[in-house]
């Protein structure tokens, strides 16, 4: 839907076969009666644990996968294999397991090691490259498992506690402890040109190894699948802002992969730019709205007419594509930016028809399209 432009963040696990990346963690916890450095110690949320609490109660249910990964041969190069690990949490006592897609992307084989060294093969019941999340499906038989409580991200707000456990650089389980450092960020998906949205931000130390794991609340509550870290200009290491994907995000996604191993996304087909006062030098016909760029050949948004920008301009040392509609609202929703404009059908299904105010040439006019299948890459 809408080209990304946000952060350059580094995966923090699955595979790169040509160098493998161990994604572990080991640790213990904060042993103090205080909540957590840096909330509020004088007014604690109601039933808050300490990080020890926290790590005793959760850890358990962390647990270290790995995937044996085949990348794809090219022109340039054959076939490889390798290793790949990271991180995954139990949310069932049936055997369910939450991990990163990119994880296990590409495996031909996935092994999962318990709390208590016990180690079962797992089925890769389905993947989701648009949200990097992935369910895995354990024989629980003989299995103590401890499925983690899941919290709501939506009521998450900037300074509140967190932890994360993962398997950071192949050690087992680690704790890291920190805040959400910020809220509503967007982060490229496995898919180019899709991004996942209302990412939380936190600064507890993720490394490669924690993909897949928990960022857990100071009530022990998962809020988000920790996924990707800003690199800082090419470190592997933590520099001190990493994202998770919603857990509000990977409750409508995992019982989808459960049920049909994928999920159905909608798709318009168009890259567009958000429309403000960066763009006032081109004398657009609104002030604000989703200026559309492109227009993927044969795509909804092609079929229903909708029309790309033909004129390539320079703005501040950027090339902006102009001539093309700027979309107003979707189904009278107001489209104030690009992201609004990807929020609105990804809210829809495929098959779903959808109408697009736009201005066309300075004159407002309504655009139908019949949304279809996001295609994967």
């Known amino acids: 839907m809408n080209q990304i432009t946000h952060f350059v963040a580094a995966l923090v696990g699955g595979a790169v076969v040509a160098a493998i990346l161990l994604l572990t963690g080991a640790g213990g916890g904060d042993d103090t009666k205080t909540v957590f450095a840096g909330s509020d110690l004088a007014n604690p949320k109601e039933g808050a644990l300490t990080p020890r609490e926290i790590y005793k109660r959760d850890a358990p249910g962390v647990?270290?996968?790995?995937?044996?990964?085949?990348?794809?041969?090219?022109?340039?190069?054959?076939?490889?294999?390798?290793?790949?690990?990271?991180?995954?949490?139990?949310?069932?006592?049936?055997?369910?397991?939450?991990?990163?897609?990119?994880?296990?992307?590409?495996?031909?084989?996935?092994?999962?090691?318990?709390?208590?060294?016990?180690?079962?093969?797992?089925?890769?019941?389905?993947?989701?490259?648009?949200?990097?999340?992935?369910?895995?499906?354990?024989?629980?038989?003989?299995?103590?498992?401890?499925?983690?409580?899941?919290?709501?991200?939506?009521?998450?707000?900037?300074?509140?506690?967190?932890?994360?456990?993962?398997?950071?650089f192949g050690l087992d389980r680690t704790l890291t402890t920190g805040v959400v450092s910020a809220l509503q960020r967007e982060i490229p998906s496995l898919q180019p040109g899709f991004s996942i949205s209302n990412v939380i931000q936190t600064d507890a130390a993720i490394n490669p190894g924690n993909s897949g794991g928990p960022l857990i609340d100071a009530l022990g509550r998962v809020i988000g699948v920790n996924s990707q870290i800003e690199t800082g200009g090419g470190s592997r290491g933590n520099v001190g802002i990493g994202f998770a994907v919603p857990i509000d995000t990977a409750k409508e996604v995992i019982p989808q992969l459960r049920k049909n191993g994928a999920v159905q996304r909608a798709y318009l087909g168009v890259s567009t730019r958000t429309v403000d006062d960066s763009l006032d030098g081109l004398n657009l016909a609104s002030p604000d709205g989703a200026l559309v760029e492109t227009v993927q050949p044969d795509s909804p948004a092609d079929r229903a007419g909708l029309r790309g920008g033909s004129d390539l301009q320079e703005l501040g040392g950027d090339t902006v594509r102009v001539g093309g509609d700027i979309i107003k609202s979707v189904d009278g929703k107001k489209v104030r930016t690009n992201d609004d404009v990807t929020r609105l059908i990804g809210d829809r299904r495929p098959g779903d028809r959808v109408r697009l105010e736009v201005i066309r040439d300075g004159t407002r006019r309504t655009v139908s399209v019949k949304l279809g299948r996001r295609p994967t890459f």
Do not use: C, M, Y
């Not at 390798?82 to 990119?102: D, M, R």
């Not at 495996?107 to 060294?117: Q, T, Y």
């Open 63 to 168: 647990v270290f996968i790995t995937a044996d990964v085949t990348q794809a041969a090219s022109p340039f190069a054959p076939e490889q294999r390798g290793q790949a690990t990271g991180s995954g949490f139990v949310i069932g006592k049936g055997g369910s397991i939450v991990t990163n897609a990119h994880v296990v992307e590409g495996a031909r084989s996935v092994s999962v090691r318990f709390g208590d060294s016990r180690i079962k093969r797992a089925r890769v019941a389905g993947r989701d490259p648009s949200t990097d999340l992935a369910l895995l499906l354990v024989d629980p038989d003989g299995l103590d498992l401890h499925p983690l409580e899941l919290g709501a991200s939506k009521g998450v707000q900037v300074g509140d506690p967190t932890v994360a456990i993962g398997n950071p």
